[in-house]
């Protein structure tokens, strides 16, 4: 009987520790997301006046963004854009390697958005990579700097990519995606500041996580089960005087 107990007891704690890790599992499982993403309304080798759009992912934090710094990539210059956008009161800043655009703090989780035109994008080349810092009202900065690599492939904090098409395969322009309108060419008019969306779990890990859950709950009816059981049968045990 003592070893008996003993087995429900270690089926007990198993139950429950796979119960507890079900909502670990499920917060472990959030698939990592590109926090800072830029897209073209014309993304062409050799293209001109084509204009790029930001989007810095506030990531959920309990402050807000007041700046965007980018670096600009091998064959363009601060020379060679200009500001298309950004949220209500913030200014546009050129430096020596790229630009700034900053301003008042925007809200929690509220995601910074602007654009800046560029006279002519380079011609030998299909990516452009622009490395980017944000920076917090509480002073607190994210790096997207980091390039793929033939040993990291999916680098921790990675710099934003803009894929370019050859001059010679852009016969039918790529439309831009949807809810994601052409920047103005207008430095002062804000652009669209979409609040940070959660990223869900893509469906196959989530019917996976679900079916554990699933399974763990159904051992613990079993186990239960098993325990009432085990009563009933030790209450109707009746002690015989050969027992003693």
Do not use: C
Not at 86 to 111: C, H, I, K, M
Not at 163 to 168: D, G, P, T, V
Not at 186 to 212: C, E, Q, S, T, Y
């Amino acid at each position: 009987m003592f070893a008996e107990s003993r087995r429900l007891r270690l089926v007990a704690a198993t139950v429950a520790g796979v119960l507890g890790g079900v909502p670990l599992a499920l917060a472990d499982a959030e698939p990592a997301a590109a926090h800072v993403v830029v897209a073209a309304d014309h993304p062409v080798a050799g293209g001109r006046n084509v204009t790029i759009r930001f989007t810095a992912d506030a990531d959920g934090a309990s402050t807000g963004l007041t700046a965007v710094r980018v670096l600009l990539p091998d064959g363009l210059g601060p020379r060679d854009v200009r500001p298309a956008g950004a949220p209500a009161g913030w200014t546009f800043t050129a430096e020596r390697d790229g630009y700034q655009v900053s301003g008042p703090a925007l809200a929690a989780g509220q995601a910074a958005v602007h654009a800046v035109t560029v006279a002519e994008l380079p011609r030998n080349t299909d990516r452009l990579a622009f490395r980017t810092v944000t920076t917090f009202s509480n002073g607190a900065t994210a790096r997207w700097v980091d390039l793929p690599l033939p040993d990291r492939p999916e680098p921790a904090n990675p710099a934003p990519v803009l894929l370019l098409r050859s001059a010679s395969s852009s016969a039918s322009v790529r439309a831009t995606p949807a809810g994601t309108p052409p920047a103005a060419d207008n430095p002062a008019a804000p652009l669209a500041v979409p609040r940070a969306a959660g990223h869900g779990l893509l469906p196959a890990a989530k019917a996976a996580l679900w079916a554990i859950a699933g399974l763990a709950v159904l051992l613990a009816v079993g186990l239960a089960g098993l325990v009432a059981r085990m009563s009933r049968r030790r209450r109707g045990t009746v002690d015989t005087p050969g027992s003693r």
